[in-house]
T-cell receptor
Framework: GAGVSQSPSNKVTEKGKDVELRCDPI?????LYWYRQSLGQGLEFLIY????????KSGLPSDRFSAERTGGSVSTLTIQRTQQEDSAVYLC?????????????FGPGTRLTVL | AQSVAQPEDQVNVAEGNPLTVKCTYS??????LFWYVQYPNRGLQFLLK????DNLVKGSYGFEAEFNKSQTSFHLKKPSALVSDSALYFC???????????WGAGTKLIIKP
């Protein structure tokens, strides 16, 4: 079946512009995660959605970052007034249920470059 | 504080030789441990996990990992490396009371022909 998809695959923007990144999780997966991966670094947790519960936004680095998940499926990560330090690969993952031992399925990522 | 350490930034192995990628963790309660692999220009893929039971866990592509509670380690192993195993490997741990994964910084595995 179809895996997690993300769009766009690459995004180049100018400092100060807003960007929207999209994630389509695997159908039926109630858990959705956003991560940021900087060059040579591990994954940095950003936000977590589980079903209809309020999202855990504890990983968002600033109030310029926000995310929503419509209808328990597609998610959009928005970065306002982008800064050069926002340049990274943004990864989305989905998973089944809320069990702590379920693996996550990752999308290919969106590479964001802020000039 | 909960953490995961991958002490080696890079591991070089000759094709056909056994490989080990190290991971140690610190977490309260029983750990749930994972290995993921990231091939060049591709997304992260799940390799294997330890939840409970046998300390030796077998996963995809011939990889296995050994859970050692006393040493708080979960090293990834493969008996005979392939050039195609060259990739970035991430260890992660999740506390059984927390849905978040704590990720290691990753280890670049290079298999030379």
């Amino acid at each position: 079946g179809a895996g997690v998809s993300q769009s766009p695959s690459n995004k180049v923007t100018e400092k100060g512009k807003d960007v929207e990144l999209r994630c389509d999780p695997i159908s039926g997966h109630t858990a959705l995660y956003w991560y940021r991966q900087s060059l040579g670094q591990g994954l940095e947790f950003l936000i977590y959605f589980q079903g209809n519960s309020a999202p855990d936004k504890s990983g968002l680095p600033s109030d310029r970052f926000s995310a929503e998940r419509t209808g328990g499926s597609v998610s959009t990560l928005t970065i306002q007034r982008t800064q050069q330090e926002d340049s990274a690969v943004y990864l989305c993952a989905s998973g089944e249920g809320q069990s702590p031992y379920n693996e996550q399925f990752f999308g290919p990522g969106t590479r964001l470059t802020v000039l | 504080a909960q953490s995961v350490a991958q002490p080696e930034d890079q591991v070089n192995v000759a094709e056909g030789n056994p490989l080990t990628v190290k991971c140690t963790y610190s977490v309260s309660g029983n750990p749930y441990l994972f290995w993921y692999v990231q091939y060049p220009n591709r997304g992260l893929q799940f390799l294997l996990k330890y939840i409970t039971g046998d300390n030796l866990v077998k996963g995809s592509y011939g990889f296995e990992a050994e859970f050692n509670k006393s040493q708080t380690s979960f090293h990834l192993k493969k008996p005979s490396a392939l050039v195609s195993d060259s990739a970035l490997y991430f260890c992660a741990v999740r506390d059984n009371s927390n849905y978040q994964l704590i990720w290691g910084a990753g280890t670049k595995l290079i298999i030379k022909p």
